[in-house]
């Protein structure tokens, strides 16, 4: 009986040892994430949108889907990293396009006509750290922005937004520009910033805004910054951020 006390003894001694060593991987994991947070504001007219992300070579976004509702895309801005799927879907009743002409990245694309209730596919082919638009030949005020990166960790940040004022009809070939009846532009000209359970080891990160720069910096554990959002050698906003 001594013997069996012994055995048992060690092995809930064991299990012992085991779940202080798994909540301790638990503790260290959670003690190397930080929290990232700030705003970015501009001092006049704001790009329609930006993303801010934690850079990781070894991460990435392989699947994206985006909506056509309401002559708006989804979302007016998407991230993916290189070969990923984007999947458009169109749910008006109207037909829709998709194209892009980026000279900058040299994109170029027209899929035709999409027909309501249908999908359609494309892949993110342009260079990394880089953003093309993605617009719709029929309804010209429609546009959507995707960046391709790397990273676990971004935030994309709206900064314009079509709001509908009242439900209608959509022909196939009306007006290219909404009707001020129809449509509403909203405008923000600072958003917040918030990203989670980012791993402390990872400290560089990009700031992308479409037709600027990248801006590229470092950003430790413990770390403020203020840094200027510059656009042709004018400061055109500020973003202040702070790790945690």
């Not at 992300?53 to 509702?69: C, E, G, M």
């Not at 979302?75 to 009743?93: K, L, P, R, Y």
């Not at 027909?115 to 892949?123: A, D, F, I, Q, R």
């Not at 750290?129 to 971004?154: K, L, P």
């Amino acid at each position: 009986m001594g013997k069996g006390w012994a055995l048992n003894g060690l092995a809930t001694l064991a299990r012992l040892l085991l779940i202080g060593a798994v909540l301790s991987g638990a503790l260290v994991n959670r003690a190397n994430a930080d929290l990232i947070t700030g705003e970015l504001s501009f001092d006049g007219t704001p790009p329609t949108a930006a993303v801010l992300f934690v850079r990781n070579p070894d991460a990435s976004i392989n699947q994206l889907q985006i909506d056509q509702k309401d002559r708006q895309f989804s979302q007016f801005m998407n991230a993916g990293s290189t070969g990923a799927v984007i999947t458009f879907h169109n749910s008006d009743s109207a037909r829709h396009n998709l194209y892009a002409n980026s000279y900058s990245t040299g994109t170029r694309f027209d899929v035709g006509l999409i027909p309501p209730g249908k999908s359609v596919t494309l892949n993110v082919s342009w260079p990394e750290d880089s953003i093309v638009r993605v617009g719709c030949a029929i309804h010209t005020h429609m546009e959507t922005y995707v960046a391709n990166i790397r990273s676990a960790h971004y935030q994309v940040l709206p900064f314009k937004r079509w709001e509908a004022k009242r439900s209608g009809s959509l022909d196939d070939y009306d007006a290219s520009a909404p009707s001020s009846d129809e449509f509403e532009e909203k405008i923000s000209n600072e958003l917040s910033i918030k990203l989670r359970s980012v791993p402390t080891e990872l400290t560089h990160l990009t700031l992308l805004v479409p037709y600027f720069a990248p801006l590229n910096f470092d950003l430790a554990h413990g770390e403020s910054k203020t840094l200027d959002v510059m656009r042709d050698g004018v400061k055109r906003g500020t973003l202040t951020i702070k790790r945690s």
